[in-house]
């Protein structure tokens, strides 16, 4: 077999149409061997002899697109200096494209087994581990455009490649829980009639599952466990893992941007599937254990975990830096995605200890010139000291508002919330974002997510029932902040079915509402349940899988959300750039302010009316008064809205504060089914009953 030298650069293997170039990186090991695997179980050993940098690198012909391959570091085996090099472990390539197989969990994927951490473990992993694949990177994306989508327009839709199309009954049983499967016409009809402009996918890097699951029967669904930081997982592709998983999520993002929809990853570069100190040895502990990790400082061979995983990448290693912006723009230039959702994304911010809005990667993300062009989304907390970091990430991310959760399900189960704090929600949330020169677009708003209650589960659950994880149900959030409307679980009563509709339609056309950016989760539009699991990672099952009812209907809740998706999109009054002053607009003849709140009465609320807990009060949204120009430059002009809500246990009377031309018509009603339902006109003074629990919107006619 002919070898030579090759290049350094791009790290990874790269096929250029003859052969390909291998390059890895490791300070930790004297040499490093490539093994290209064979279909009968043999391998052929390369020595990666050149060195740049620490970067070891060859050339080889004739290797081509579909060639298996892994890597074994020869070198010292300390642990008290945390130096873990092994040549029985066949490694992962940290830049592999693609991966092909899962691991076959046993004593050999260990260096240190679990049972006996103090001794080596020499038996040869490469039978029993996954394999990286060198792929082929020319791809035909025809005229594929990125919708680029302004946050202002944006909707975005939670969704599981596997659990949204695992029960389609429209999608071939063969593609069902595929990336062919999310692209499959269906799919994409489905999306683009709810009216959401992004999808963002639960994890797709290539991820591991865990054997402590698996030995229960179960498997690590959500997929927060990373192992392949440039490859599509695997598992999701219909037609094969030796490379066909690049064709055909590249296949994908093209469908959905034919479709107008916009792709958004969730990543985890704050942690790797490898697990804590006596974790399987898959890629990066066997290639540079200190160079990945953050190691204690007093014991070397232990790990420091801000993550709740076990581990924590180092994020002031300039390779793990590297790693993490050359995967970035990978999955931008080459894969065409259009953002990223960042797990756990204060760990990332420890370049030290602290998080630090100051930190090495907030740097480097601002200054390349494609990452910073793309939707940054952070889950702004991690589980370290400091972590809950909202409200405290740089100018160029916006944050997953937990904030807005918590207050928002509070008022409408009916907890004390004051007055101020609902206010800040619903406007953008000024409180987190103003100060740092970011606008309402900062906050993206969601009331459920992945992790937690669906949105049905929501209003039918006060506890959870997480038996079916195998943890005697302790494990998930015990704080909920949910209602079961008096019934806990399933209900066959009209009237707790009725109330929970209404719930439903209250937290939906709240969050459809607000200022900022809003996230549906998958399903929850279909009234999806896990019948109260509010920890579904390891249901990789019907438990969390989203059910397509047989009518599309389903008690209007779908065509609800519809129509609130699209009441938001014809109004720039519901989704402003900027945030409210709480005065008139100069330039306008309007003598109103541009928002403005008020008790049921009609008496409009002073910052000491609102610092007070509120069960009822009503919202002014001045369409007059947009302070901020449209497209073109143009001043924008809308309806004017007001916004009732009555979270109280009994009816209450709401006066019409406000005279505007034309009067008011009532065109939402949480208590009805349809957001469409348009009631009499009404002008100021005039009185209008909400019943218990429920929301009403007036238009300025």
Not at 98 to 104: D, E, K, P, Y
Not at 326 to 354: C, I, N
Not at 525 to 536: D, K, S
Request: glycine fraction near 8%; include cysteine; aromatic fraction near 10%.
């Amino acid at each position: 077999m002919q070898v030579w030298p090759g290049e350094s650069h791009p790290l990874g293997a790269t096929y250029d149409g003859a052969g390909t170039n291998f390059a890895v990186v490791s300070e930790a090991a004297d040499r490093v061997e490539l093994c290209l695997l064979h279909d009968d179980g043999s391998e052929t050993a390369v020595e990666l002899r050149e060195t740049d940098a620490f970067v070891r690198h060859a050339y080889v012909p004739g290797v081509m697109p579909g060639q298996r391959y892994g890597l074994r570091a020869h070198g010292p085996y300390v642990p008290e200096r945390g130096l873990l090099c092994n040549s029985a472990k066949l490694l992962l390539d940290p830049y592999a494209k693609a991966i092909s197989g899962q691991v076959h969990w046993g004593d050999a994927v260990y260096t240190r087994p679990p049972e006996a951490p103090d001794r080596r473990n020499d038996l040869d992993s490469g039978p029993y581990t996954m394999s990286s694949v060198v792929v082929n990177p020319y791809f035909d994306w025809g005229d594929d455009r990125l919708p680029r989508t302004s946050y202002t327009d944006t909707v975005i839709y939670e969704a599981h490649v596997k659990g949204l199309t695992m029960l389609h009954p429209d999608i071939p049983e063969e593609l069902r829980g595929s990336y062919a499967a999310l692209a499959h016409p269906a799919v994409l009809e489905h999306l683009v009639r709810l009216g959401v402009t992004a999808v963002e996918l639960m994890p797709v890097h290539q991820f591991v599952s865990d054997p402590r699951l698996e030995d229960m029967g179960l498997t690590q669904y959500w997929g927060y466990s990373t192992i392949g930081f440039f490859a599509p997982h695997n598992a999701y592709a219909s037609w094969g893992d030796r490379g066909q998983q690049v064709m055909e999520f590249k296949s994908m993002v093209r469908a959905l941007h034919e479709a107008g929809l916009e792709v958004i990853l969730d990543v985890s570069y704050s942690h790797t599937g490898e697990g804590g100190t006596l974790g399987p040895t898959l890629c990066f502990r066997g290639l540079d254990n200190p160079m990945y990790y953050r190691l204690r400082d007093e014991r070397a061979d232990l790990y420091v975990d801000t993550t709740g995983t076990g581990n924590s990448l180092l994020m002031r290693s300039p390779y793990v830096l590297q790693m993490i912006l050359d995967s970035l723009r990978y999955w931008v230039t080459e894969m065409h995605v259009d953002g990223f959702r960042f797990d756990r994304a204060a760990t990332l911010a420890r370049t030290f200890h602290e998080v630090d809005r100051l930190s090495a990667f907030f740097s480097l993300v601002a200054q390349d010139p494609v990452v910073s062009q793309v939707k940054l989304i952070a889950e702004p907390w991690d589980i370290g000291q400091g972590g809950y970091a909202v409200g405290q990430f740089p100018p160029l991310w916006t944050e997953w508002n937990m904030r807005y959760r918590e207050n928002v399900r509070d008022f409408w189960r009916g907890a004390p919330v004051r007055g101020a704090e609902l206010a800040h929600r619903l406007t953008g949330s000024p409180d987190l974002y103003k100060d740092d020169g970011r606008r309402p677009l900062a906050s993206i708003n969601q009331i459920t997510a992945h992790d937690g209650f669906t949105l049905r589960d929501l209003v039918s659950y006060d506890g959870k029932h997480n038996e079916a994880n195998g943890d005697g149900n302790w494990d998930g959030p015990d704080v909920n902040r949910s209602w079961n409307c008096g019934v806990e679980g399933e209900s066959d009563d009209p009237e707790v079915l009725r109330l929970r509709a209404r719930q439903q339609r209250n937290l939906i056309a709240t969050l459809l509402l607000s200022q900022g950016v809003p996230l549906l989760s998958h399903g929850d539009e279909l009234g999806r349940t896990q019948f109260g699991n509010n920890n579904a990672y390891c249901q990789d099952n019907e438990t969390a899988w989203v059910r397509w009812p047989d009518d599309e209907d389903d008690g209007g809740l779908l065509a609800f959300v519809r129509d609130l998706v699209l009441l938001r999109r014809e109004h720039p009054a519901l989704r402003r750039r900027r945030f409210f002053h709480g005065r008139p607009i100069e330039g306008t003849y309007d003598e109103h302010p541009d928002v403005a709140w008020f008790s049921p009465d009609g008496e409009e609320l002073t910052e000491e009316g609102l610092d007070k807990p509120m069960r009822a009060m009503a919202l002014f949204l001045n369409g007059e008064a947009i302070s901020e120009p449209g497209p073109r430059g143009e001043r924008l002009v809308d309806h004017s809205f007001l916004v009732l809500l009555n979270a109280d246990d009994h009816d209450v009377e709401f006066a019409v504060p406000l005279s505007r031309p034309g009067g008011w018509e009532v065109v939402v009603d949480t208590a009805t089914a349809s957001a469409q339902e348009h009631g009499a006109q009404v002008h100021a003074g005039e009185r209008i009953r909400l019943i218990h629990r429920s929301l009403l919107v007036l238009q300025n006619r």
